[in-house]
């Protein structure tokens, strides 16, 4: 397969901050990207040579965008399956229908982790509300019930503690189908991102540590502190799931590692992830750079970290006293600012990011607590 070079036409799907870090790198690389959304001015699109401003369902326009670029790629998974396949008559799309089929949906992802004699949390697809009791019986208090499919942030996840919670769990069932899953006790959350070219060639990000506010990502730090063990099976088992999936791109695969030292797979991202922003300032080749290289078939860059780093999410709350204090914010050593274009700040909205790079982990996290705290943020959760 010849690559694709400098010069050719990166296509986006999705209008979010993913793909504007995407665009904002392809420029550098010396590449033109067109996005498709169905919101004008949207992320992408600011920073896009062209933004092509249609829903995912109009076949005339997907066509239109389909003979404008050289290659498609995707931002966000929520996109329907018929848009990718109608793309693909036209254009490589990279990653293709299978894996987006497979990874947009929580009952189907599971089934596919099964097929794989893949580690994750022990789990019931459930059709709809008549099918939650005989699950509660066979997986037992506390245990997590999740959409199955268009679930992201912590939304539509509900914590089972016992029988006072059954009545909103089979409320949300009546909206559709579920998956109910054992609730795992773990020592911490790990995130592992890589690049997959054409050809098969992979390129494996170490793993990167996660921790939540409110369900959603609120730090991220790396290296990851976990053993050089954990670190190898995490390595290997997202390699297989980006194998498994035949996917071209990026793939974040997270895992929780249990209190006894198991790893198991919680969701899988085939593309890039919040947590694997730090790669921008701590990796020569970030997970953006590395996301148009494997599309493009070109070699893949050096994701080991150069540097120990941090990532601290800048969520909408932040913006309810006003616009948050950017001086005080870039005052603090080595901290670097993502803003992503969004008009609207709204509570638990991710609105941007802020890294740091450090001597260590530890002081890259309390770099960029410092920071966003100076600039009206949230306290550091406590450890």
Known sequence: MNPILPGATIG??????????????????????????????????????????????????????????????????????????????????????????????????????????IPHADSVHLAGPHDLLPALERLGAPAVLKTAGFGYDGKGQLLLRGPDDNDAALAQLRSGAGVLERFVEFRREISVVLARSPSGETR???????????????????????STTAARQALDIADAIADALDAVGVVCVEFFETNTGELLVNEIAPRPHNSGHLTIEACAASQFEQQLRAICGLPLGDFRFLVPAAMANLLGDMWEQGEPDWPALLAGESVALHLYGKEEARPGRKMGHITAVAESPAAAVRAVEAARVAAGGPRAARR
């Not at 901050?17 to 004008?40: C, N």
């Not at 239109?64 to 670029?69: G, I, L, T």
């Not at 540590?209 to 409110?214: G, L, T």
């Open 12 to 117: 986006v799907l999705g209008g979010g901050q993913l793909g504007r870090m995407l665009a904002q790198v392809a420029g550098r690389m010396g590449y033109r990207t067109v996005v498709f959304s169905p919101s004008s001015g949207s992320p992408a699109g600011q920073v896009a040579d062209l933004e092509i401003v249609a829903e995912y369902q109009d076949g005339q326009a997907l066509a239109s965008f389909a003979e404008r670029v050289d290659v498609v790629t995707i931002e966000f998974e929520n996109i329907p399956i018929k848009a990718l396949e109608v793309l693909e008559s036209i254009v490589p799309v990279r990653p293709g229908p299978r894996a987006l089929f497979t990874t947009q949906n929580r009952a189907r992802e599971k089934e596919f982790l099964i097929a794989n004699g």
């Open 204 to 226: 494996v990000c170490p793993p990167i540590e996660n921790r939540h506010r409110s369900h959603i990502l609120d730090v991220s730090r790396a290296p990851a502190d976990c």
